[in-house]
C-alpha cells in the first residue's frame, strides 16, 4: 500500500509516496530527503535531538508517523539560515558557545526557535530551562545554551521592534 | 514495528466504523502509541489516524457554565489557554509539569487519559507482564518496584497510571465524552480507568471500538480557581514521571473551609480520588492539623507493592504541601517551574 503526502519541507513543496507507513518524520528527512542535520539520540521522544518544526511548532520528528502529516510544513535545521547569513539562534548558540560535540545542536536550536515563538518564557533564565528540558545536552553545555536562548530571543524581539517601528 | 494498514478516515462516523474492527487501534498524537509500537509492545493491525478529524480540537463553554475540551486539543494548546487556565489554573498547572515542550505540543487530551502506564517490566518484551500478556505474571512484584503503587494494586499488577492532568481532573469530576459502534455516551473519568484486580489487562471503561471524543468539566468546578494547587515530586527538577504528586482544591468561608477537593497520582492504576479526606475537611480550619487528618485519610488503606513504602509518607506530605500551598492562595502568575514543590514561590530559583 503507497500512501501519497504533500510536505513543504524548508519552503519547497515535496510529493512524497511513502511506500510503508511505519516511517517516521525523523526517518524521513533522514533517509529519503538527505536532510540529515536533523539527529536520531533515543528515537523514543526522550532527548530532543530530533526535534523539528511542524506547522511552527517545535515537535519530536522520532515519534510522528510521516502518514499522518499531508499537507504540512517543516522546518530543520537546514532550513534556517538564509544563504550565508545565520538565523540568529544559530549565532546565538556560537556566540554563547552554547554546544560542545554538537550532536544535540541541531535539536537545541530548534527547539529554542519554538521556545521564542511561543513566547512563555520572558527573560527569566528558569523559565528558559524549563521549557527546554526536553532537549538532552549530554556535554553538559546547559549554561551556554540558556545564554544563547535568551541573547537570540533579545536580538528577535529587538528586530522585531524595528520592523514595527 | 510490526507492519500495518493505515487509514485516514475524514469524518467520526467513518473513523468509528473502521476502530470498532478487529485489530484497530486509534493514533492522534502518537506520543505514546508510536513509542509503544516501535518497541513491540502494542501492535496493531489497522491504525486508525483520527488526528486530522474535524471538531475535535476546540474548548468550547457551554451555556450551562460547563467547558467542554475535544479529544484533539493538544496539551500546550490547553494550558495556555488564557481563559481555560485561570478557570482551572491546577489543570493548567499539572499539563505544564508533563513531559516537555515539545511532546506536550503533540500530545492530546484523549490521548493523556489513555496512555498506558510506564512500568519498566511492561515494556520489556522479556519480562512477565499480566497487562502485556495476561497470565504470563508480574516480574515488578520481586523487581524494581521503588516507584510502584500503594494503593488499588493487586498481586497481578502494581503499576500506576502515569497522568498529571488526570489528577486535578479526577478532582474536579470531569466527564468523558464517548463515541462508539453503539453510540455515544458519557462516564466519570474516576470511572475510566480500572484498578488491576484479577483483569489487570482491562485497562479502562472503554468498548471494543469506542473513542473518546471529549472531556467535559462541570461549571461547579470553576469555584476553586481561588485555591488550587498541582503538585508533583520527580527525581530530577523536569522532564519525569512523577514519585507522587497531588491536586489539592479548597473554597474557604469565613475561615472555613466550605468544600474541598483531592487527589493523588503515581499511587494507583488509576488517578486517585481521596473522597474521606475531602469530607474530613468540610468545615474545618485550614489549618496543619486538619491538612495531616486529610493525608492520613487518604493513604489509609495504601500498603506496599514492593520497596516502595516511602511513597507512602511521601503522598501524606505532598497533600499536605499541596494543601498548604492552595490555602496560600493559586499563584497570579505560573510558577516558572510548574508543580514543583522546591519552587513555592514564583521567581524562585532552583540554581543560584
Known amino acids: 500500500m503507497t500512501l501519497s503526502i504533500s510536505l513543504t519541507v524548508n519552503g519547497q513543496p515535496r510529493a512524497i509516496a511513502l511506500d510503508d507507513p511505519r516511517v517516521t518524520l525523523l526517518d524521513l528527512l533522514r533517509e529519503r530527503l538527505h536532510l540529515s542535520g536533523t539527529k536520531k539520540g533515543c528515537d523514543r521522544g526522550q532527548c530532543g535531538a530530533c526535534t523539528v518544526l511542524v506547522d511552527g511548532r517545535r515537535i519530536n520528528a522520532c515519534l510522528s508517523l510521516a502518514a499522518t502529516l499531508d499537507g504540512a510544513s517543516v522546518t530543520t535545521i537546514e532550513g534556517l539560515a538564509e544563504g550565508e547569513a545565520l538565523h540568529p539562534v544559530q549565532a546565538a548558540f556560537i556566540a554563547c558557545d552554547g554546544f560542545q560535540c554538537g550532536y544535540c545542536t541541531p535539536g537545541q536550536i530548534m527547539s529554542a526557535v519554538g521556545l521564542i515563538s511561543e513566547g512563555h518564557a520572558g527573560d527569566d533564565a528558569e523559565r528558559v530551562r524549563e521549557l527546554m528540558s526536553g532537549n538532552l545536552c549530554r556535554c553538559g553545555a546547559y549554561k551556554g545554551i540558556t545564554e544563547a536562548v535568551l541573547q537570540a530571543q533579545r536580538e528577535m524581539t529587538a528586530e522585531t521592534g524595528r520592523d514595527a517601528a | ?352
Not at chain 2, 474492527?21 to 508510536?34: E, I
Not at chain 2, 509492545?41 to 489516524?49: A, H, I, K, T
Not at chain 2, 500530545?107 to 512500568?119: E, P, V
Open chain 2, 1 to 352: 514495528m510490526n507492519r500495518f494498514d493505515f487509514l485516514r478516515p475524514t469524518g467520526l462516523t467513518e473513523a468509528i466504523a473502521e476502530g470498532g474492527k478487529p485489530g484497530s487501534a486509534y493514533l492522534a498524537g502518537g506520543t505514546n502509541l508510536v513509542d509503544l509500537m516501535k518497541i513491540g509492545v502494542s501492535r496493531p493491525e489497522r491504525l486508525v489516524d483520527i488526528s486530522r478529524l474535524p471538531g475535535l480540537d476546540r474548548i468550547d463553554w457551554l451555556e450551562d457554565g460547563s467547558v467542554r475540551i475535544g479529544a484533539l486539543v493538544r496539551n500546550a494548546d490547553l494550558a495556555y489557554d488564557i481563559r481555560f487556565a485561570s478557570a482551572f489554573p491546577a489543570v493548567a498547572e499539572a499539563l505544564l509539569s508533563g513531559a516537555s515542550a515539545q511532546l506536550r505540543n503533540a500530545a492530546t487530551l484523549g490521548g493523556n487519559l489513555m496512555q498506558r502506564n510506564r512500568c519498566a517490566y511492561f515494556q520489556d518484551g522479556a519480562s512477565a507482564c499480566n497487562r502485556r500478556v495476561p497470565g504470563s505474571g508480574c516480574d515488578a512484584l520481586h523487581g524494581e518496584n521503588r516507584l510502584h503503587a500503594v494503593l488499588g494494586w493487586s498481586e497481578n499488577c502494581i503499576a500506576t497510571h502515569p497522568s498529571d492532568v488526570c489528577v486535578p481532573l479526577v478532582a474536579l469530576d470531569a466527564v468523558v465524552e464517548i463515541e462508539g459502534p453503539q453510540g455515544p455516551r458519557e462516564i466519570a473519568l474516576d470511572a475510566l480507568h480500572r484498578l488491576p484486580g484479577d483483569t489487570p489487562e482491562l485497562e479502562n471503561a472503554l468498548l471494543p471500538g469506542e473513542l473518546i471524543v471529549g472531556l467535559r468539566l462541570p461549571a461547579e468546578a470553576k469555584a476553586f480557581a481561588a485555591k488550587a494547587r498541582y503538585l508533583k515530586l520527580r527525581e530530577r527538577m523536569s522532564y519525569a514521571f512523577a514519585v507522587v504528586s497531588a491536586a489539592a482544591m479548597l473554597t474557604v468561608e469565613d475561615g472555613r473551609i466550605r468544600e474541598a477537593r483531592l487527589a493523588l497520582g503515581a499511587v494507583a492504576a488509576k488517578p486517585w480520588r481521596a473522597r474521606a479526606a475531602e469530607a474530613s475537611l468540610i468545615g474545618a480550619l485550614p489549618d496543619t492539623e486538619a491538612f495531616a487528618g486529610a493525608a492520613a485519610l487518604a493513604l489509609a488503606e495504601a500498603k506496599p507493592s514492593g520497596a516502595n513504602e516511602f511513597k507512602i509518607e511521601l503522598a501524606r506530605r505532598i497533600l499536605v504541601r499541596a494543601l498548604t500551598l492552595a490555602m496560600e492562595g493559586t499563584p497570579a502568575v505560573m510558577p516558572a517551574l510548574p508543580a514543583s514543590p522546591f519552587s513555592t514561590h514564583t521567581g524562585d530559583r532552583h540554581v543560584a
